[in-house]
Protein backbone atom coordinates (compact mmCIF):
# COMPACT_ATOMS: atom_id res chain seq x y z
CA UNK A 1 0.00 0.00 0.00
CA UNK A 2 0.89 3.29 -0.85
CA UNK A 3 0.26 6.61 0.46
CA UNK A 4 -2.79 6.94 -1.80
CA UNK A 5 -3.14 10.38 -4.09
CA UNK A 6 -5.84 10.54 -6.79
CA UNK A 7 -3.80 11.05 -9.64
CA UNK A 8 -6.14 12.55 -11.89
CA UNK A 9 -6.56 14.91 -9.16
CA UNK A 10 -4.73 17.72 -10.66
CA UNK A 11 -6.11 20.75 -9.23
CA UNK A 12 -6.02 19.07 -5.97
CA UNK A 13 -2.49 19.03 -5.84
CA UNK A 14 -1.81 22.27 -7.60
CA UNK A 15 -2.28 23.37 -3.98
CA UNK A 16 1.01 22.04 -2.98
CA UNK A 17 3.24 22.80 -5.75
CA UNK A 18 4.99 26.08 -5.22
CA UNK A 19 6.51 28.18 -7.67
CA UNK A 20 9.46 27.20 -9.14
CA UNK A 21 12.78 27.74 -7.02
CA UNK A 22 14.96 30.38 -7.99
CA UNK A 23 17.58 29.37 -5.58
CA UNK A 24 18.81 26.12 -3.73
CA UNK A 25 19.77 26.26 0.10
CA UNK A 26 23.33 25.87 0.84
CA UNK A 27 23.61 21.90 1.92
CA UNK A 28 21.91 20.97 -1.17
CA UNK A 29 23.66 23.26 -3.58
CA UNK A 30 27.13 21.90 -1.96
CA UNK A 31 26.19 18.23 -1.93
CA UNK A 32 25.05 18.54 -6.05
CA UNK A 33 27.98 20.54 -6.99
CA UNK A 34 30.57 18.39 -5.25
CA UNK A 35 29.06 15.07 -4.90
CA UNK A 36 27.37 15.08 -7.77
CA UNK A 37 29.45 17.80 -9.98
CA UNK A 38 26.62 19.79 -11.45
CA UNK A 39 28.02 22.98 -12.99
CA UNK A 40 27.34 26.12 -10.27
CA UNK A 41 24.63 27.67 -12.89
CA UNK A 42 22.68 24.74 -13.71
CA UNK A 43 22.25 23.83 -10.03
CA UNK A 44 18.75 25.76 -9.36
CA UNK A 45 17.57 24.47 -12.93
CA UNK A 46 18.65 20.88 -12.29
CA UNK A 47 16.60 20.90 -9.20
CA UNK A 48 13.42 22.57 -10.42
CA UNK A 49 13.02 19.83 -13.68
CA UNK A 50 13.80 16.96 -11.12
CA UNK A 51 10.84 18.25 -8.85
CA UNK A 52 8.67 18.60 -12.10
CA UNK A 53 9.20 15.14 -13.32
CA UNK A 54 8.88 13.88 -9.31
CA UNK A 55 6.22 14.83 -8.93
CA UNK A 56 4.51 14.31 -12.27
CA UNK A 57 5.05 10.57 -11.09
CA UNK A 58 4.24 11.41 -7.46
CA UNK A 59 2.69 14.39 -6.66
CA UNK A 60 3.76 14.24 -2.75
CA UNK A 61 3.63 17.38 -1.23
CA UNK A 62 7.80 17.12 -0.29
CA UNK A 63 7.78 17.24 -3.78
CA UNK A 64 5.70 19.96 -4.42
CA UNK A 65 6.66 21.94 -1.63
CA UNK A 66 10.94 20.88 -2.47
CA UNK A 67 10.94 19.46 1.01
CA UNK A 68 13.74 16.74 -0.36
CA UNK A 69 16.41 19.41 -0.85
CA UNK A 70 15.75 19.89 3.49
CA UNK A 71 18.75 17.42 3.90
CA UNK A 72 17.18 16.78 7.35
CA UNK A 73 20.05 13.70 8.55
CA UNK A 74 22.46 15.67 9.31
CA UNK A 75 21.08 18.14 11.80
CA UNK A 76 19.22 15.27 13.75
CA UNK A 77 21.21 14.95 16.99
CA UNK A 78 22.25 11.84 16.45
CA UNK A 79 24.16 12.13 13.25
CA UNK A 80 27.60 12.23 14.80
CA UNK A 81 27.09 8.99 16.35
CA UNK A 82 25.01 7.66 12.81
CA UNK A 83 28.29 8.51 11.25
CA UNK A 84 30.73 6.93 13.63
CA UNK A 85 28.58 4.01 13.50
CA UNK A 86 28.66 3.40 10.15
CA UNK A 87 32.71 4.62 9.64
CA UNK A 88 33.76 2.72 12.36
CA UNK A 89 31.71 -0.93 11.77
CA UNK A 90 32.00 -1.72 7.65
CA UNK A 91 29.29 -4.30 8.71
CA UNK A 92 27.05 -1.30 10.03
CA UNK A 93 23.97 -0.87 8.23
CA UNK A 94 21.61 2.08 6.78
CA UNK A 95 18.43 1.38 5.84
CA UNK A 96 16.27 4.35 3.92
CA UNK A 97 12.82 3.06 4.13
CA UNK A 98 10.83 5.23 2.11
CA UNK A 99 13.91 6.80 0.37
CA UNK A 100 12.09 8.31 -2.28
CA UNK A 101 15.22 10.40 -3.94
CA UNK A 102 17.75 8.76 -1.37
CA UNK A 103 19.22 12.66 -0.65
CA UNK A 104 20.10 12.04 3.21
CA UNK A 105 22.27 8.68 2.37
CA UNK A 106 23.88 10.41 -0.88
CA UNK A 107 25.16 13.04 2.19
CA UNK A 108 26.05 10.31 4.48
CA UNK A 109 28.46 9.24 1.16
CA UNK A 110 29.53 12.61 0.80
CA UNK A 111 30.71 12.60 4.59
CA UNK A 112 32.77 9.72 3.98
CA UNK A 113 30.53 6.76 4.78
CA UNK A 114 30.99 3.62 2.23
CA UNK A 115 28.14 3.74 0.15
CA UNK A 116 27.78 -0.29 0.37
CA UNK A 117 26.87 -0.18 3.54
CA UNK A 118 23.69 2.02 2.61
CA UNK A 119 20.64 0.42 1.32
CA UNK A 120 17.88 2.58 -0.07
CA UNK A 121 13.76 0.74 -0.19
CA UNK A 122 10.65 2.62 -1.66
CA UNK A 123 8.03 1.17 -3.28
CA UNK A 124 8.11 3.45 -6.09
CA UNK A 125 11.34 2.28 -8.42
CA UNK A 126 10.54 5.39 -10.89
CA UNK A 127 11.14 8.03 -7.75
CA UNK A 128 14.67 5.37 -7.05
CA UNK A 129 15.52 6.22 -11.06
CA UNK A 130 14.80 10.40 -9.87
CA UNK A 131 17.35 9.74 -7.61
CA UNK A 132 20.30 8.81 -9.63
CA UNK A 133 19.13 11.46 -12.58
CA UNK A 134 19.62 14.33 -9.63
CA UNK A 135 22.87 12.85 -8.17
CA UNK A 136 24.30 11.47 -10.95
CA UNK A 137 26.08 8.74 -9.86
CA UNK A 138 24.91 5.72 -11.47
CA UNK A 139 27.80 4.62 -12.13
CA UNK A 140 29.75 5.18 -8.88
CA UNK A 141 27.01 4.61 -6.18
CA UNK A 142 27.54 0.86 -4.47
CA UNK A 143 24.42 0.90 -2.58
CA UNK A 144 21.42 -1.36 -3.33
CA UNK A 145 17.80 0.15 -3.80
CA UNK A 146 15.23 -1.74 -3.43
CA UNK A 147 11.45 -1.75 -4.52
CA UNK A 148 9.26 -2.88 -1.49
CA UNK A 149 6.00 -2.31 0.01
CA UNK A 150 6.27 -1.90 4.05
CA UNK A 151 3.01 -3.34 4.57
CA UNK A 152 3.19 -6.26 2.96
CA UNK A 153 6.56 -7.47 5.03
CA UNK A 154 7.80 -10.66 4.75
CA UNK A 155 4.61 -11.57 3.22
CA UNK A 156 6.23 -10.49 0.05
CA UNK A 157 9.13 -12.38 0.52
CA UNK A 158 12.55 -10.82 -0.77
CA UNK A 159 14.06 -9.23 -0.75
CA UNK A 160 12.42 -7.47 2.40
CA UNK A 161 12.86 -11.30 4.39
CA UNK A 162 16.60 -10.81 3.56
CA UNK A 163 16.51 -7.56 5.08
CA UNK A 164 14.88 -9.05 8.12
CA UNK A 165 17.87 -10.82 8.59
CA UNK A 166 20.38 -8.55 7.74
CA UNK A 167 18.62 -5.85 10.38
CA UNK A 168 19.82 -2.58 10.34
CA UNK A 169 22.40 -0.56 12.82
CA UNK A 170 20.35 2.64 11.27
CA UNK A 171 16.98 2.65 9.81
CA UNK A 172 16.27 6.10 8.56
CA UNK A 173 12.50 6.46 8.01
CA UNK A 174 11.16 10.13 7.03
CA UNK A 175 8.07 11.20 6.00
CA UNK A 176 6.46 7.96 5.94
CA UNK A 177 4.21 7.80 9.12
CA UNK A 178 2.52 10.96 9.02
CA UNK A 179 1.25 9.57 5.89
CA UNK A 180 -1.25 6.93 7.35
CA UNK A 181 -3.87 6.81 9.59
CA UNK A 182 -3.19 5.30 13.43
CA UNK A 183 -3.76 1.96 12.47
CA UNK A 184 -1.75 1.71 9.48
CA UNK A 185 1.28 3.34 10.85
CA UNK A 186 0.73 0.72 13.55
CA UNK A 187 0.98 -1.59 11.14
CA UNK A 188 3.66 -0.81 9.39
CA UNK A 189 5.81 -0.37 12.26
CA UNK A 190 5.74 -3.84 13.10
CA UNK A 191 7.19 -4.72 10.57
CA UNK A 192 9.82 -2.10 10.38
CA UNK A 193 10.79 -3.30 14.01
CA UNK A 194 11.62 -6.54 12.66
CA UNK A 195 14.46 -4.68 10.24
CA UNK A 196 16.48 -3.48 13.52
CA UNK A 197 19.32 -5.04 15.47
CA UNK A 198 19.52 -4.95 18.88
CA UNK A 199 21.07 -1.40 20.20
CA UNK A 200 19.65 -0.46 16.79
CA UNK A 201 18.17 2.80 15.82
CA UNK A 202 15.25 4.13 14.11
CA UNK A 203 15.55 7.81 13.36
CA UNK A 204 13.70 10.31 11.40
CA UNK A 205 11.45 13.36 10.55
CA UNK A 206 7.75 14.16 10.59
CA UNK A 207 4.92 16.15 10.45
CA UNK A 208 3.78 16.10 13.94
CA UNK A 209 1.36 18.30 16.19
CA UNK A 210 1.10 19.79 19.40
CA UNK A 211 -2.51 18.18 19.77
CA UNK A 212 -2.15 14.65 18.65
CA UNK A 213 -4.82 13.59 15.87
CA UNK A 214 -5.81 12.29 12.71
CA UNK A 215 -6.21 14.98 10.50
CA UNK A 216 -7.21 15.56 6.66
CA UNK A 217 -4.98 13.29 4.41
CA UNK A 218 -3.58 14.11 1.12
CA UNK A 219 -5.92 11.80 -0.34
CA UNK A 220 -9.34 13.34 -0.06
CA UNK A 221 -11.86 11.56 2.48
CA UNK A 222 -8.58 9.73 4.17
CA UNK A 223 -6.86 10.96 7.07
CA UNK A 224 -3.08 11.09 8.71
CA UNK A 225 -2.32 10.52 12.28
CA UNK A 226 0.11 13.08 13.59
CA UNK A 227 1.79 12.37 16.70
CA UNK A 228 3.52 14.10 19.84
CA UNK A 229 6.57 12.30 21.20
CA UNK A 230 3.70 10.96 23.74
CA UNK A 231 1.51 9.57 21.52
CA UNK A 232 4.64 8.39 19.27
CA UNK A 233 5.86 6.27 22.26
CA UNK A 234 2.77 4.72 22.52
CA UNK A 235 2.59 3.58 19.14
CA UNK A 236 6.20 2.12 19.71
CA UNK A 237 4.72 0.36 23.22
CA UNK A 238 2.03 -1.32 21.27
CA UNK A 239 4.49 -2.55 18.34
CA UNK A 240 6.83 -4.03 20.86
CA UNK A 241 4.10 -6.11 22.99
CA UNK A 242 3.24 -7.41 19.34
CA UNK A 243 6.73 -8.27 18.37
CA UNK A 244 8.23 -8.83 21.44
CA UNK A 245 10.80 -6.41 21.09
CA UNK A 246 11.26 -3.38 23.21
CA UNK A 247 11.65 0.33 22.71
CA UNK A 248 12.38 3.97 23.97
CA UNK A 249 11.48 6.80 22.13
CA UNK A 250 12.57 10.26 22.17
CA UNK A 251 11.95 13.27 19.71
CA UNK A 252 11.28 17.60 19.97
CA UNK A 253 8.70 19.05 18.47
CA UNK A 254 10.00 22.26 16.42
CA UNK A 255 8.93 24.91 14.09
CA UNK A 256 11.45 24.22 11.38
CA UNK A 257 9.76 24.29 7.89
CA UNK A 258 6.41 25.57 9.19
CA UNK A 259 6.34 28.90 8.57
CA UNK A 260 6.22 30.57 4.38
CA UNK A 261 5.38 29.31 1.33
CA UNK A 262 2.15 28.27 -0.18
CA UNK A 263 1.17 25.30 2.48
CA UNK A 264 -2.26 23.83 2.74
CA UNK A 265 -0.87 20.48 4.76
CA UNK A 266 -0.21 22.08 7.95
CA UNK A 267 -2.19 23.98 10.57
CA UNK A 268 -1.76 26.36 13.88
CA UNK A 269 -0.33 23.09 15.83
CA UNK A 270 1.38 21.68 13.06
CA UNK A 271 5.43 20.86 14.31
CA UNK A 272 8.39 19.23 13.01
CA UNK A 273 8.69 16.39 14.97
CA UNK A 274 12.55 14.79 15.24
CA UNK A 275 12.61 11.36 16.38
CA UNK A 276 15.07 8.38 18.04
CA UNK A 277 13.09 5.06 18.17
CA UNK A 278 15.87 2.68 19.50
CA UNK A 279 15.57 -0.89 19.99
CA UNK A 280 16.62 -2.13 23.61
CA UNK A 281 15.22 -5.33 24.05
C1 LIG B 1 6.66 11.76 1.71
S1 LIG B 1 7.88 10.83 0.91
C2 LIG B 1 9.30 11.01 1.98
C3 LIG B 1 10.59 10.74 1.26
C4 LIG B 1 11.87 10.83 2.08
N1 LIG B 1 11.92 9.82 3.12
C5 LIG B 1 12.06 12.19 2.67
O1 LIG B 1 12.08 12.34 3.89
O2 LIG B 1 12.21 13.15 1.89
C6 LIG B 1 7.30 9.20 1.31
C7 LIG B 1 8.04 8.11 0.56
O3 LIG B 1 7.55 6.85 1.04
C8 LIG B 1 7.32 6.00 -0.07
N2 LIG B 1 6.27 5.05 0.31
C9 LIG B 1 4.95 5.30 0.49
N3 LIG B 1 4.30 4.17 0.83
C10 LIG B 1 5.23 3.19 0.86
C11 LIG B 1 5.19 1.80 1.15
N4 LIG B 1 4.03 1.21 1.44
N5 LIG B 1 6.32 1.08 1.10
C12 LIG B 1 7.50 1.68 0.78
N6 LIG B 1 7.62 3.00 0.50
C13 LIG B 1 6.50 3.74 0.54
C14 LIG B 1 6.90 6.94 -1.17
O4 LIG B 1 7.03 6.37 -2.46
C15 LIG B 1 7.79 8.14 -0.94
O5 LIG B 1 9.02 8.03 -1.61
Redesign the pocket.
Known sequence: ???EHDPHNAERHKQWYDDDLTEVNEPMRRLLETYSKVEPNKVVEHVNDLRARGFAA?P?P?IGHY??LTL?LPTHPLYPHILSRLISSPSALFL?????FG??LRQLVADGVPSSQLIG????SY?IKLGYDFFLDRATLRSRFLV????KGATQGAPWTELEELKADVLHC???FH?FPLPDQIR?AKNIAKLVRMGGVIV??QSGSTKPSEVPAIKPGSTSFRHDVDTFRRLWDEVGEATGTIWTVDGTLDHVGMIGGKNTVEDENSRRMLFTVTRVG
Open positions: MAANYCRFTDLGCCQDLDIELADIFSAFLSGR
